[in-house]
Nanobody
Framework: QVQLVESGGGLVQAGGSLRLSCAAS????????MGWFRQAPGKEREFVAA????????HYADSVKGRFIASRDNTKKTVYLQMNSLEPEDTAVYYC?????????????????WGQGTQVTVSS
């Protein structure tokens, strides 16, 4: 049974930082490209970042480029999202997801597995 469990969310002031983690189990982690998505209240889910199987390739949404960094540790079966210079507009539930696609993709339906999400709230 595949499980993706996010952690690290919380309340932070604008300009602050948070580091999200997503621990995977039940799959061969290094075979999966990993992605981060978010969904704000009343809005559709949107792509945030993705990282290739080896971690050598990343892809970011324009809205977070230069502020967020995706990384992974295949020995720990964990993917991370370092979020810096947070803005109130970053407030959302953040989800990690796994896809068998070999390259980072921003397309949600291409992801095979999803976590339950972790809330990030940025106060102004």
């Amino acid at each position: 049974q595949v499980q993706l469990v996010e952690s690290g969310g919380g309340l932070v002031q604008a300009g602050g930082s948070l580091r999200l983690s997503c621990a995977a189990s039940g799959l061969t982690f290094s075979f999966y490209t990993m992605g981060w998505f978010r969904q704000a209240p009343g809005k559709e889910r949107e792509f945030v970042a993705a990282i290739s199987r080896s971690g050598g390739s990343t892809h970011y949404a324009d809205s977070v480029k230069g502020r967020f960094i995706a990384s992974r540790d295949n020995t720990k079966k964990t993917v991370y999202l370092q979020m810096n210079s947070l803005e109130p507009e970053d407030t959302a539930v953040y989800y990690c997801a796994a896809t068998v696609k070999s390259e980072p993709t921003h397309v949600g339906p291409e992801y095979n597995y999803w976590g339950q999400g972790t809330q990030v709230t940025v106060s102004s």
